[in-house]
């Protein structure tokens, strides 16, 4: 019987074959054979059409033509007289089923260690989902990158295992270099059904920009046409996040000082501390606040070709998705001392390519935490002090706590001659603990104040009422089936 952890089979039953044995002769036995699919952690279909060549003929191709592919070239690989035709949305639609119900052996990319779903296993086919649909709208003239991830967030609790549809098209483009892409993953529909809003189990949203092959330079890439009246819905909320990630660039940290109310909260967390360390004030700083130079955690490796993108001497956007959201599914761990549910990615962004064979360097951080019910009810306040428990003892379970990890990564070649980051990861889980963090240097307080403002921007979608209509409730009250 499986243990009572294991998330209920729907649909077809499982029945679990042995391998056939592989037929060898001679004196000599291979020892391991897989397809190519069943070594990467993405679903056969999308991994062929990301990796279409093996990696011992690309290598060997990049040393007969004598160029690097990952370095920029002043000639211009895309032709001048491409069709830009405004393409319709279903042009780029795409649909895959994945079969976990079906197939025990598949699904043992898709398990983690208590039988739930491994979100970052289906965050790497979300990406190369919006690859494919990427390039069924550009074509294969024009080389085509994640720039962001605008947000993933779960609908719906996954409480069973059941045959996964991934689904999505390009919902936004104007004609310039970048379009959104919009998927979903739902169960999969018995044959000649609908899917229903209750079986929607993840949205998420992708912005790719496409580039020269040889220049890297943006190219411009076809518009999207707008047929129905759902088309122009989709095409309104693509423009609509387009020009607020134009208006909050122009307002970041880099450009603009915090805000009058920023400061006197950063103030008032710096006072907070100082009364801490007076030695006549008896206000100590609280056994479950803790300051964010003591949370973080950081990783590295070496990047190896199984994980490479369409033109094979990159990393794809997928495996960073995987690789940062576990790290910061650690992190989350290691803080608060409970097993964290995961609630969204938040805005994140790709900054430079990852190149195979370099070395990845990642440092997760506690940017940013508040009270799941309310901004002050409970844990950290609005000036970043904790409120008095009234004597309450260490480590007794008060209530739930949104922790906001920040994932920054950066990139260096083998010899450790060159650094560049290639990106920022954002990540919100819930705990079931009362449990804050406090900044303490003035770099430590930018991070803060840019999460804080992070939370408010998409606190909506979480709590209250999403953009969809439908209250968020759900997302914390019941706990979300998936972890790493």
């Given amino acids: 019987m499986p243990p009572p952890s294991l998330m209920r089979v729907v649909g077809r039953a499982i029945k679990v074959e042995p391998r056939c044995p592989i037929p060898f002769s001679g004196g000599t036995r291979p020892l391991h054979v897989s397809p190519r699919w069943q ?65 025990p052996w598949l699904l043992d990319n898709y398990l983690n260690a208590n039988g739930q779903m491994r979100l970052g296993t289906i965050f790497m086919d979300l990406d190369a989902l919006s690859g494919v649909i990427a390039y069924r709208h550009t074509g294969d003239t024009v080389t085509t990158v994640t720039a962001a991830v605008d947000r993933i967030t779960i ?67 076809c518009p999207v046409k707008v047929e129905t009246e759902e088309e122009k819905r989709l095409f309104s909320l693509g423009e ?147 409120e008095d428990r009234n004597g309450e003892e260490e480590g007794k379970k008060q209530g739930q706590t949104r922790v906001q990890i920040r994932i920054d990564s950066k990139v260096r070649d083998i010899e450790h001659g060159s650094t560049k980051p290639t990106g920022q990861f954002n990540y919100t889980f819930l705990v079931d603990r009362d449990i804050s963090v406090v900044p303490q240097t003035y770099e430590e307080f930018m991070v803060w104040v840019d999460a804080r403002r992070r939370a408010e921007r998409v606190r909506g979608s979480v709590d209250g009422v999403g953009a969809d209509g439908e209250s968020g409730e759900g997302v914390e009250r019941g706990r979300i089936m998936g972890g790493v």
């Fill in 39 to 103: 070594t990467d952690g993405v679903f056969k279909e999308l991994t062929e059409m990301r990796v279409r060549t093996p990696w011992i003929e690309a290598l060997r191709k990049k040393e007969e033509d004598g160029i690097d592919p990952t370095k920029k070239s002043s000639i211009p690989a895309t032709p001048s007289d491409r069709d830009l035709t405004p393409k319709s949305m279903s042009d780029s639609y795409h649909r895959v089923v994945i079969p976990l119900a079906q197939d």
């Fill in 155 to 221: 609908n719906h609790p996954f409480q069973e295992i059941c045959d996964l549809e991934l689904s999505g098209q390009v919902t936004f483009a104007t004609g310039r270099s970048s379009m959104e892409i919009s998927i979903q993953v739902a169960k999969a529909p018995e044959k000649g059904a609908s899917i229903r809003k209750e079986d929607i189990l993840m949205t998420c949203a992708f912005t790719m920009v496409s580039l020269d092959p040889n220049t890297k330079k943006p190219v411009a890439i």
């Fill in 240 to 386: 609509k996040n387009y020009n607020t990630k134009k208006d909050r660039a122009k307002t970041g940290l880099r450009k603009q000082t915090p805000n009058d109310e920023e400061s006197d909260l950063i103030h008032a967390m710096w006072l907070r501390q100082l009364d801490y360390h007076d030695p006549n004030n008896p206000l100590r700083k609280p056994p479950h606040t803790h300051y964010m130079s003591s949370t973080t955690l950081s990783s590295s490796q070496i990047m190896q070709p199984q994980y490479r993108n369409r033109h094979n001497f990159m990393i794809f956007g997928g495996y960073l998705l995987k690789t940062t959201f576990e790290l910061a599914f650690c992190c989350a761990a290691a803080f608060s001392h409970s097993r964290p549910t995961f609630l969204s990615l938040d805005p994140s962004t790709f900054e430079n390519p990852v190149p195979v064979g370099s070395v990845l360097y990642l440092k997760a951080t506690v940017a940013y935490t508040e009270p799941a019910s309310t901004r002050s009810s409970s844990g950290q306040t609005d000036d970043g002090g904790v």
